[in-house]
Nanobody, 126 residues
Framework: QVQLVESGGGLVQAGGSLRLSCAAS????????MGWFRRAPGKERDFVAA????????YYKDSLKGRFTIFRDNAKNTVHLQLNSLKPEDTAAYYC???????????????????WGQGTQVTVSS
């Protein structure tokens, strides 16, 4: 198994930026498709972004393209999510997840992911 710990969340004004980080231990992160999901108040957990094992492919929720960027550093066993031009509607708990068998066909599905971090809160004020 792999353990995932997110960090980098906080309170930011609209238009600001944050960088979320996910640190892994227990297993080499390069074997997993990695994803970020978020759960906004009163809503279900939803897909944000994912990145392939080598980092050569990235996937985004369509409405977030251009503002959010996912990247990974397999040498450091980390994955990151850069959040730019933040809006109040981005307020959510953000979760890092690892998928054993996931790929291009199912990167956005909750059920594709096997391991989850505890989440880090992002709050965007207006």
């Amino acid at each position: 198994q792999v353990q995932l710990v997110e960090s980098g969340g906080g309170l930011v004004q609209a238009g600001g930026s944050l960088r979320l980080s996910c640190a892994a231990s227990g297993r080499t992160l390069s074997r997993y498709l990695m994803g970020w999901f978020r759960r906004a108040p009163g809503k279900e957990r939803d897909f944000v972004a994912a990145i392939s094992r080598s980092g050569s492919n990235t996937y985004y929720k369509d409405s977030l393209k251009g503002r959010f960027t996912i990247f990974r550093d397999n040498a450091k066993n980390t994955v990151h999510l850069q959040l730019n031009s933040l809006k109040p509607e981005d307020t959510a708990a953000y979760y890092c997840a690892a998928s054993v068998g996931g790929g291009a066909n199912n990167y956005g599905l909750l059920e594709a992911y096997d391991y989850w971090g505890q989440g880090t809160q992002v709050t965007v004020s207006s």
